[in-house]
Structures are given as structure tokens and as C-alpha cells.
């Protein structure tokens, strides 16, 4: 992008309460500082049952903005359990023939992994929305550093190993409880050889032992190159034990690496993470040795 782009705005999962106008207002007027346009779907807050238009209308204003050559990139600004009700009105030749990214987090892990099993085109995990909260000046000098003057500090995010020293694949996943609602349907992704990113802002021990016996009983963990964990916040906040990486590494192959991250996630300091994008992970002993090496 650069200054003078346009970009849309949607709510493809549960519409947003009444009270959150004033954060869409505040979004809006940071992205017209820095000199973007943005345009607001027509479905955007939701009604007494939570949501915003039918599927076939949230779906219909995504597509709009897919087929509208002045927008450059799509942000989904909301979030729950209704994302997935839009997949079967989606048409992903159009959405495969742009150049436009989709933008979303959490429920919308659904449609970022949509995207790529039907295209094979990236999309970006992130709330764009984290550019009004508690850490938004470096969340908006992140932002704009990397969609408007080509820096990567939005995707660079910490990281440390607790199993193996490298990975290398194409990222897949999200969070993991959205992420199962596209098992056994034609939008879950090819999970050879890539590498599974999971996080999570609800769930307790029970919660996400459920979600990682599914996960190895439909063969995942014998697939992939490697897993990232994000942030599990509801599992940190009442430290869980044993904790996420400890329940992993008893689900996961011997020989897959396990990294994790402490901002990939739901929390509001998040980096950015794109889905359908290969990645490369190195521990630092790694990095020290492959250095020695040149």
C-alpha cells in the first residue's frame, strides 16, 4: 500500500456491540492519518442475536471489496464463532485473482485458512483494531512501518525452541479451536509439511486437551514441519499446569520442533503472522552455528 490507498473494513464473524462504534471511529481516523481511505461494511454491529446481516450479506460486502480494484487490502475487525457460515458464499476465483490481502484473528483463523486451501494465497493473522488499544503506538508504528514503507517489524515476533533447533514450512492454523471447525470440510488446509501455528484466548486444560487429541487423531502431528504456540490466554492467566508446550510435546512427533512465541495471539501487543507464507525458525544455537558456517 501507500499513502492515498484505500482499504475495506468488514465483520465476517459476530457483529460488534454498540459500545465499540467508538473504537471504529478511533480506527478510522488513525488509518485516515496516516493517509489511508477506509471504507466500513454495511454489516458491522450486530443485532440482538449477535449478528451483523445474514451470512450471505457479510459474505456479499467481503466480495465487494474483493472485486472493487480501489481496495487494497481487507481487515476483518471482529471476532467469536460466526465466521465459518460465510465459507459456502465466498468465491474464491475472485478472491485467488487479486492481489489484496485479508486481514483477521480468532474466529476468523476459519477464512485466512479458507484462502489458502482454495488459493493458496497468504492472508494475515492479526486484529487491526490492536492500533486503538493499550499498546498502540508501536502496534501503529508497526502497522505503518509494514504495509506503507516496506519494513517487517509487524511479523517480527520472538521466539524460543523447547523441541529441535530449526523449522521451515508454510504456516498454517491460528487459533485452535477455529481452526477444528474446518476439519472434514473442503477448507482445511493440506497440513504436510507445514508448519502449525496454534494460540488460544479461551480453554483451560480440558478445553485444549480436546482440541490436541483431535488434531492427533486426524493425523496432523504426523504431517507437520514444525509447530509454533502462541499465546493461550485464558491457560496463562490461571497458569495451567502443565502448560501449553508441556501438553504439545506429548502430542507431537519425537523429531518435530516446537517453538512458541509470547506475542502471537490475543493480546493487544500481538505481532502479525501470515498465513500461507513460508517461514524459516532458527534457535539461537542454530543461528550461532549456521553464522560459524559462512
Not at 467508538?22 to 496516516?34: C, D, N, S, Y
Not at 515476533?157 to 523447547?162: A, Q, S
Not at 508441556?246 to 502471537?264: D, G, R
Not at 539461537?284 to 560459524?292: G, H, L, S, V
Amino acid at each position: 500500500m501507500k499513502q492515498g490507498s484505500k482499504v475495506g473494513i468488514v465483520c465476517c464473524s459476530n457483529g460488534l456491540s454498540a459500545d465499540q462504534a467508538g473504537t471504529i471511529e478511533m480506527l478510522v481516523q488513525i488509518l485516515e492519518k496516516a493517509g489511508l481511505e477506509a471504507e466500513l461494511s454495511p454489516y458491522l454491529y450486530g443485532d440482538e442475536t449477535g449478528r451483523a446481516g445474514t451470512a450471505r450479506e457479510r459474505a456479499g460486502a467481503l466480495m465487494k471489496f474483493y472485486e472493487d480494484d480501489s481496495i487494497e487490502e481487507i481487515f476483518d475487525v471482529s471476532g467469536g464463532d460466526m465466521a465459518n457460515e460465510l465459507l459456502p458464499y465466498l468465491d474464491f476465483q475472485t478472491i485467488a485473482y487479486g492481489k489484496k490481502r485479508f486481514w483477521g484473528y480468532s474466529d476468523l483463523t476459519t477464512i485466512l485458512n479458507a484462502i489458502y486451501a482454495r488459493t493458496g494465497k497468504s492472508s494475515v493473522l492479526y486484529q487491526v483494531r490492536n492500533l486503538t488499544y493499550d499498546h498502540s503506538q508501536s502496534q501503529i508504528t508497526d502497522f505503518l512501518g509494514t504495509t506503507l514503507a516496506g519494513a517487517s517489524s509487524l511479523y517480527d515476533f520472538p521466539y524460543e525452541f523447547v523441541q529441535g533447533t530449526h523449522m521451515e514450512g508454510i504456516v498454517v492454523g491460528g487459533n485452535i479451536r477455529c481452526l477444528l471447525k474446518l476439519a472434514g470440510t473442503p477448507y482445511w488446509p493440506d497440513m504436510r509439511e507445514k508448519i502449525l501455528l496454534l494460540e488460544a484466548w479461551g480453554g483451560k486444560l480440558p478445553q485444549i486437551v480436546t482440541y490436541l487429541s483431535q488434531l492427533s487423531q486426524i493425523g496432523v502431528f504426523k504431517k507437520v514441519n514444525g509447530i509454533l504456540l502462541g499465546t493461550f490466554t485464558k491457560m496463562e492467566a490461571d497458569n495451567c499446569q502443565p502448560d501449553m508446550a508441556q501438553l504439545v510435546l506429548e502430542f507431537a512427533e519425537k523429531k518435530t520442533p516446537v517453538a512458541k512465541t509470547p506475542l502471537i495471539g490475543h493480546g493487544t501487543d500481538s505481532k502479525a503472522i501470515r498465513i500461507g507464507h513460508r517461514l524459516k525458525l532458527f534457535s539461537a544455537e542454530e543461528n550461532k552455528r549456521i553464522y560459524k558456517e559462512f
